[in-house]
């Protein structure tokens, strides 16, 4: 299975301005690719094939006065933005088929100047892992990079980009084995709820620790303020700022949270299953802000892969299952239930069940009949195949890495932190 691995790195003055220039090139060759297919389709000409903007677009556009300047960044930066392209527009086309599971994906975009993020991919002929423990990117030099985690094995394509403030990051993609854990005996179900960020089976509540609710309110007040600044004014550019600092670090510590909790709940199970939540369904309701600062599908995900490279068993049960209406005492169907109830007596044989703890219990015996039932989509269990396309580890990612000179894996000369197997 393919993993993504990320680092933060800190490139100089100098590295930031060939960085820049990379993004740049990148970014002209994916406009101008997607210029010619988009005439091409309004002209009611074919598909022009990539061989030929290869050729166009690259080769033959460094030699023009206007774009003799891509010839200063990586050859390997411009065919990947092509390849990236390339991806783009099958996920685009397999959407409209049907062929692709998931979200409706819209035809590729231009990307601007101003876009907050930018980026380029690299194969492993333009970036190599230093013995002293910088990156070297091609045409840009060795990146200094602080290694929050082991590689473990050596990675097969990088992606460098740019944050919406500032900040810049390395993404390495890394083909794994997975590691397969002893057998645990238990397995649970899980409830995502609102009141707790995840109930299990067993009764075992999960909250977000209080440094990430005290980051998400600070979050919300700059927001806030952001929002009272004058359109145009220095204040205002200096608050939108502060707010994207802001998200990052949200973001960055959620992840970290996630990452320690989905561990956790993998290595104690050898069976998780979870309700496949609606989550851009109730993204459109009031519950849309809660729903998107718990981060569920994120930390689902996780959840996902970590199951196929542990050896685990993990099922998502079917959304429209009532889980919050049976009784997971007697299995009497006690009818709907509205989100303010959180705790009820069965009808028929009184039990008093507090709503997420029934709901993930009843996650739990759902999980277990469609794996009895072999029905499940499962990832791993017994053998079944993996679904490659659904790990989400490596989202994003276009396509799969392509052979290469393998670059060496691990962290040469520095003793490192497990993030993933802890
Ligand atoms: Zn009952």
Not at 26 to 33: E, M, S
Not at 321 to 326: A, E, R, W
Not at 397 to 406: F, I, V, W
Request: hydrophobic share 35%; charged share 30%; with cysteine.
């Amino acid at each position: 299975m393919q993993l993504r691995y990320n680092y933060r790195a800190y490139p100089d003055a100098a590295q930031c301005r060939a960085l820049a220039k990379a993004f740049g090139c990148a970014r002209v060759v994916w406009n101008d690719c997607l210029r010619d297919r988009k005439e091409a389709h309004a002209a009611g000409l074919p598909y022009v094939m990539s061989a030929e903007l290869s050729r166009l677009r690259i080769t033959q556009a460094k030699r023009t006065q206007e774009r003799t300047w891509l010839a200063d960044v990586s050859a390997v930066v411009l065919q990947q933005s092509l390849r990236d392209l390339d991806t783009a527009y099958k996920n685009f086309f397999d959407s409209l088929r049907g062929k692709r599971k998931g979200r409706r994906v819209g035809p590729p975009r231009f990307k601007s100047k101003k876009d907050t993020r930018q980026s380029i991919r690299l194969t492993t002929n333009a970036f190599s892992l230093r013995n002293d423990g910088t990156v070297y990117v091609a045409k840009v030099g060795n990146l200094k990079v602080r290694w929050s985690r082991r590689l473990p094995a050596a990675p097969t394509s990088l992606t460098v980009t740019r944050d919406g403030s500032g900040r810049y990051f390395l993404s390495f993609v890394v083909d794994s084995e997975p590691g397969i854990l002893p057998e645990a005996e238990a397995d649970t179900g899980v409830d995502l709820g609102l009141s707790a960020f995840a109930v299990l089976s067993d009764g075992r509540r999960i909250d977000s620790p209080r440094f990430l609710r005290r980051a998400e309110k600070k979050l919300r007040r700059l927001g806030r303020e952001l929002s009272r600044k004058a359109k145009g004014s220095r204040n205002r550019a200096k608050a939108r700022l502060k707010v994207a600092r802001q998200h990052a670090r949200v973001a960055d510590r959620r992840r970290d949270w996630h990452h320690k909790a989905s561990t956790q709940i993998i290595r104690d199970n050898q069976a998780v299953f979870v309700e496949d939540l609606a989550v851009s369904g109730l993204g459109r309701t009031r519950l849309a802000k809660s729903v998107h600062d718990a981060g569920w599908s994120a930390f689902v995900g996780m959840l996902e892969y970590k199951a196929v490279k542990h050896g685990r068993t993990f099922a998502k049960v079917d959304r429209a299952f009532p889980s919050s209406q049976i009784c997971s005492a007697c299995g009497f169907r006690d009818g709907p239930k509205p989100l303010n109830i959180r705790q009820w007596a069965c009808g028929a044989c009184g039990t008093v069940h507090d709503r997420d703890h029934n709901a993930a219990r009843n996650v739990l015996f759902e999980g277990r009949r469609i794996v009895a039932a072999g029905r499940a989509e499962t990832l791993n269990a017994g053998g079944a195949p993996v679904r490659r396309a659904h790990v989400p580890a490596q989202r994003g990612e276009a396509g799969s890495p392509r052979k290469g000179q393998p670059t060496r894996a691990g962290i040469p000369g520095l003793q490192a932190r497990e993030h993933v197997n802890r």
